[in-house]
């Protein structure tokens, strides 16, 4: 089963712990992630992207974020863009309303909120995971962190379940929804038990 397509995000912030920190946290989420900490590039970017949802800081050298947003709105109208800001103010904020972003929200940001107007985003552009792909991404990311605990290769996996190295590779990434027996020989493999491999559901 092909799940949807991943949504791409751009964010662009000129200090780069919070773009290591941010790639981190929506890479985890299952999504397409680049960071630029030259505004200067974001243009380009957004041209050749496709990107569905562009996270800006409002101070940045050279531009600011919402001179950027501009930008980016002549560029592409439908993108959805949130607004970071350590020093928010009502101005800046009705600013960004007006150039449409989606949401204005203070660093250091709160990881919840960010997630529920990630969220959002994907709702209105048909992105959204139903329950069953979100169950084939926790049974992939198991997999792969429990092989991954025994450093076990693909390969050796191939070779413990009898299954195929793209079936296993798919299983990981979300892209194959994996068969009870499949399941089965995968977690007597990894040495636990087949529920084991649900995760938290």
């Known amino acids: 089963m092909k799940g949807v397509t991943p949504m791409r995000v751009l964010v662009v912030d000129d200090d780069q712990a919070i773009c290591e920190y941010m790639e981190t946290f929506l890479a985890k989420d299952g999504f397409q992630v680049k960071t630029l900490t030259d505004p200067q590039g974001a243009e380009q970017e957004v041209k050749v992207g496709g990107y569905?949802?562009?996270?800006?800081?409002?101070?940045?050298?050279?531009?600011?974020?919402?001179?950027?947003?501009?930008?980016?709105?002549?560029?592409?109208?439908?993108?959805?863009?949130?607004?970071?800001?350590?020093?928010?103010?009502?101005?800046?904020?009705?600013?960004?309303?007006?150039?449409?972003?989606?949401?204005?929200?203070?660093?250091?940001?709160n990881p919840e909120e960010f997630r529920e107007v990630v969220n959002r985003v994907m709702r209105k552009k048909g992105l959204l995971r139903t329950p069953e792909e979100n169950l084939h991404r926790v049974i992939g990311e198991t997999i792969r962190n429990l092989r991954k605990d025994r450093t076990l290769t693909l390969k050796q996996m191939a070779r413990r379940t009898g299954l195929s190295v793209s079936l296993l590779s798919q299983i990981e990434r979300a892209e194959s929804s994996a068969s009870i027996s499949s399941l089965y020989k995968v977690a007597t493999s990894l040495e636990v038990r087949i529920q084991d491999l649900f995760g938290e559901y």
Do not use: C, N, W
């Open 52 to 109: 569905h949802l562009v996270v800006l800081d409002l101070m940045m050298p050279q531009i600011d974020g919402l001179e950027l947003l501009q930008r980016v709105r002549r560029i592409d109208t439908d993108v959805a863009v949130v607004i970071f800001t350590g020093y928010p103010s009502f101005e800046t904020a009705v600013q960004s309303m007006k150039l449409d972003a989606v949401d204005y929200l203070k660093k250091p940001f």
